[in-house]
Structures are given as C-alpha cells and as structure tokens.
C-alpha cells in the first residue's frame, strides 16, 4: 500500500513539475523541471520499482499536461499529438534506469550522475524521433540534448549530496541530544546509587542495634513479647537491606555504559549542562538568563558524579528564581593555587540566616507546594556535599543574603583529577 501510495505522490510531483518548462526545438518537445526532480526521487526511494514508478508517470504526467493543453487549444487531436511523445519519454526512462542503476545494489554517485545523464539524453532521443523522423535530427539538436542533459544530471546529484549532507547534519544533531540527555540521566541514576550505597551502612548500623536489643533482652527478664518484638524489627530491617541492593543492583545495570570508562572535559560537562538549563528555563518560560564561564579546561574521570553536583547546585538555583523577574544564574569554573573553584551563584531569594547551617543535612528543605502540601526530599545539597567530600576529597561553603541571593563555592584539589589542559586562567 505504501509502495502504491508513494508511487503515485512521485508521479503527482513530476506532474506538477513538468508545468515549469519551455519550448524548444519542434512543437510539443519542452524541457521541464521534473526531469530533474525524478532521478532524485527514484535515487531516495530505492524500495520502489524505477519502471513501475517511470511507467505511472508515463500515464499521470502527460495526462495531466493534456488536461491544461487542451483547456488552451480545445482541439483533441493536436492535444493528443503533443502528449502522447511524453508517456514513451517515461517509458524509457524507467527502462534505462533500471538496466543502468537499479539492478546494481552498490550506491555510487559517480554512476548515478552517469545513469540520470544517459537516462535523460536516451529518452529525449527516443521522444524526439517519435516526434519527428530520426533521421531528420540535426547535430545541433542532439548537441543540445546533451548538453540539457548534462545540466539536468549535474544538478539532480547536486540536491542528492545536499539532501546526503543535510541528513547526516540532523542525524548528528540526533546523536548529540541523545548522548547528553544519556550522561545526564545517568548521571541521576549513578547519584541515587551512590545515595542508596550510602544508606546501606546506616541500615546495616539500625540492624545491629536492633540484633544488640533482642540479645539484651534475652539476656535478662523483660516480657516475651518485647524479645519477639525486638527479633521482628531486626528481620524487617535485614529484608530492606535486601529490597535496597536489589534496587542498586538493577539501576546500577541501567546505567552501565561504556563512556564510565573514559574521562570527560570539562568544558563538555559544562556545555552539556548549558544546553540542559536553557531547555529547561525555555520550556517552562522562566526568566532567568545564565551566564556559563569555563576559564580552565581538564578531564574528569567521576563526570557523573561532577555533573550531579553542578545540576543539583544548578536546579537549587532556579527554584530560588522561579518567582523573581530578570533572574540570573552564574556558572564560574577557574583555579586558584592548587584548586580548582566551581562558583554556582545567582540573585536569588537567599537563605535565611538561621538554616544555613542546616541546609546540608540530609531531609532538611524549605521546598513546601502550596497547591498540593509536598515538601521537598532535601537531598539535593546533602548530595552535593556528599559527593563532594567523598569522591572529591573538597569542600563546599555558601554565602547567602535574604532576597538578594546565593553563591556556593566549590573547591576541589588539582591532584583528584588527571589529564589536565595547561590553558588556564586564574580566579580574580
């Protein structure tokens, strides 16, 4: 059905086509547009037929030229006599393009420039001895007709190598927004594993003390039910611990890929986060401008985790804006002696002095939804200390003023990473 379908639009635009022309030569011969639209469309749609496609051209396009002729003249015969050439010029077409290119399977441009040459020459020559006697061809017709020909096949390969280059373009861009959102989706999973991971040793800690509460309760003369009790908690604990490394065992499969193994730039983690933010503020029609500056450029073995960082410092950033006009989001990455100073700032509604020294701890957050009563998990900022602290060996401070805005600094030493750029510009 497909196959019938496109066949019929190829020859509709052929058709169509075939109006822009002009005459030459003997009367009824012109020269049209669509001679060079059909070599492209038989070169792109290579599933169909060239002379099942040529043929019902054959039969749409002078049809459809003898409809508008004969509105003109009002005279059949003179219609028919004028159309009638065009169905064997199609006729041909499909043949020769079938024996010249179609039964070879190799794509080649070279042969097709050659085969969309004698294509167009040979049918020419086949419609004008219908037209008139061969024999009564002069050289400088047929010198013309090649030369039409060659015109018509340079231009046919020309927007084939365009429509080439344009479709390797969007399937590099393609590429390019499916690796970012890939190491950022990552980058996600590999935070929340690290979280999870984390959060084993606490409930490994809660068992034990749970375990040490029934030996002591065995141990001396407390109700039995207390003991039962004390022996249920320590089992339920045990079958989180469980739940929870299935949990990382499947993510951590997820999220297996084979760039962990390689060390990223910088300046990519930035720009990848870069496009990310503008999406973001874009679709949600925030009005927030960012301000992203690389001064530095080194490879980072932990993106993921460096990413993750950056994001949930970038993310804490613009819910600080979401109600403010004329917002700005400042991403600063430069050294400083033997550091490197990620600076994540904006003018924002600030932090209260009085949790500030809470706004690292893990399940503190001044997130609250009035629509639906959600309080925020208050994991991002604990993570980014976390992360920094544990992977980086760094630290992190922030400096913030009620409505005016935060800024968290991030400090990292040099030696953590490797592979380092020399081009570098130091923190002002």
């Known amino acids: 059905m497909n196959k019938a379908k496109h066949t019929f639009l190829i020859a509709a635009c052929v058709a169509l086509a075939s109006q822009f022309n002009f005459k030459c030569f003997v009367p009824g011969f012109i020269i049209t547009l669509s001679v060079i639209l059909l070599p492209i469309f038989l070169y792109n749609y290579v599933e169909l037929n060239p002379i099942v496609v040529c043929f019902t051209t054959g039969i749409v396009s002078p049809l459809f030229r003898g409809i508008i002729e004969y509105l003109e003249i009002k005279d059949a015969v003179t219609t028919w006599v004028m159309v009638a050439p065009d169905v064997f010029f199609y006729f041909s077409y499909g ?17 097709f420039f050659t085969t969309a040459f004698f294509c167009d020459f040979l049918s020419n020559i086949v419609e004008m001895s219908i037209r008139i006697n061969i024999s009564s061809m002069s050289f400088e017709i047929i010198r013309n007709l090649m030369a039409i020909a060659l015109v018509r096949a340079f231009i046919s390969v020309g927007v084939v190598i365009s429509i080439k280059h344009y479709r390797a373009f969007l399937d590099r861009v393609e590429h390019e927004e499916r690796y970012r959102r890939l190491v950022l989706l990552t980058s996600s999973f590999k ?83 870069e496009i990310d933010t503008k999406d973001f503020i874009r679709l949600n029609k925030l009005d927030i401008q960012i301000y992203f500056n690389t001064k530095v450029d080194f490879y980072v073995e932990e993106h993921y985790y460096l990413m993750s960082i950056l994001k949930n410092l970038i993310n804490n950033s613009i819910e600080a804006l979401e109600r403010r006009e004329r917002g700005f989001i400042k991403l600063n990455v430069c050294e400083s ?52 602290n544990s ?38």
């Open 95 to 111: 043949i020769f393009y079938y024996f010249l290119y179609y039964k070879e399977v190799k794509e080649d441009l070279t042969r």
């Open 391 to 428: 992977i980086f060996y760094g630290s992190i401070t922030v400096q913030s003023e009620v409505d005016k805005g935060t800024s968290f600094t991030i400090t990292i030493p040099k030696n953590v990473f490797r592979g380092e750029n020399d081009e570098v510009l130091y923190c002002g």
């Open 337 to 388: 002696g033997e550091d490197y100073i990620f600076i994540v700032s904006d003018n924002g509604e600030g932090i209260k002095p009085g949790n500030i020294d809470y706004i690292f701890n893990p399940g503190f957050s001044t997130k609250f939804d009035e629509s639906t009563g959600n309080i925020g998990r208050g994991l991002g900022l604990a993570l980014v200390k976390d992360l920094t």
């Open 191 to 273: 935070s929340e594993i690290y979280f999870m991971s984390k959060n084993i040793k606490e409930i490994e800690d809660v068992m034990k003390k749970s375990y040490y509460a029934y030996k002591l309760i065995s141990e001396n003369d407390y109700p039995e039910e207390l003991k039962h009790l004390a022996l249920d908690i320590s089992k339920d604990v045990h079958e989180i611990k469980k739940g929870y490394l299935r949990i990382i065992s499947g993510l951590e499969e997820i999220s297996k890929d084979k760039t962990d193994e390689t060390s990223m730039s910088i300046r990519d983690i930035i720009r990848i986060l």
